[in-house]
Each structure stands twice: as structure tokens, then as C-alpha cells.
Nanobody, 120 residues
Framework: QVQLVESGGGLVQAGGSLRLSCAVS????????MAWFRQAPEKQRDLVAI???????NYVHSVKGRFTISRDNAKNTVYLQMNSLKPEDTAVYYC??????????????WGKGTLVTVSS
């Protein structure tokens, strides 16, 4: 059984930082595409950052230079370091694991999300 458990969300002032963690069980993070998505109130869930098995990463334009996705293979955990946070980053953040090692295969399992609130 694959499980993803996010943590690290909370309330932070604009300009601050948070690090989200996603502990994964049942699937080895280094063998699959891993990603972070977010969903703001009344909006659709959007991709924020994605990492493939080789360690290559991509980010949505609005977070480039501010957010960093990474993984710790020994802990089987994926992280999202978020710096210079803005009120528009406020959302529920979800971790997801891909169907395989391909960017294009889509995501298969999701965590339940962690809320990030950025105050102005």
C-alpha cells in the first residue's frame, strides 16, 4: 500500500520560509517521478514542482528561484523548500508520486495535503 504524508505547513508572514516534507511508504521515491501540487480556494489543483528519477526538476514560473524540490533517498522523503513566500502562495500543498519514471505518465498516488497560509 502506497502512502504519502505531508507535513510542515503553517502560517508564515510574507517574505518568510517554510519547508514541506512528504514521507512516502510503499514506493521508492528515487524510482518514480515525484511532484508537489497546490490548490488555492476556489481554484484548480496546479503543479508547482516536479522531479524525475535522474534528479532533473521543473517548476511553475511563479515559483522559480523561490522554491526547491529535493529528495532524501535514505529517508524516502521528498521536500519542498519555499522561500520569499508571497500571499498568493497560500494554498493546500499536495505531494504526489508518479506512475513510473516518465514525466508524461501522470501521477498515481496523492497525500492528503498540508495548508500553507502566507499573511501580508
Amino acid at each position: 500500500q502506497v502512502q504519502l504524508v505531508e507535513s510542515g505547513g503553517g502560517l508564515v508572514q510574507a517574505g518568510g520560509s517554510l519547508r514541506l516534507s512528504c514521507a512516502v511508504s510503499g514506493r521508492t521515491v528515487s524510482n518514480y517521478v515525484m511532484a508537489w501540487f497546490r490548490q488555492a480556494p476556489e481554484k484548480q489543483r496546479d503543479l508547482v514542482a516536479i522531479m524525475n528519477t535522474g534528479g532533473s526538476t521543473n517548476y511553475v514560473h511563479s515559483v522559480k528561484g523561490r522554491f526547491t524540490i529535493s529528495r532524501d533517498n535514505a529517508k524516502n522523503t521528498v521536500y519542498l523548500q519555499m522561500n520569499s513566500l508571497k500571499p498568493e502562495d497560500t494554498a493546500v500543498y499536495y505531494c504526489a508520486v508518479g506512475r513510473d519514471s516518465s514525466w508524461s505518465s501522470g501521477m498515481e498516488y496523492w497525500g492528503k495535503g498540508t495548508l500553507v497560509t502566507v499573511s501580508s
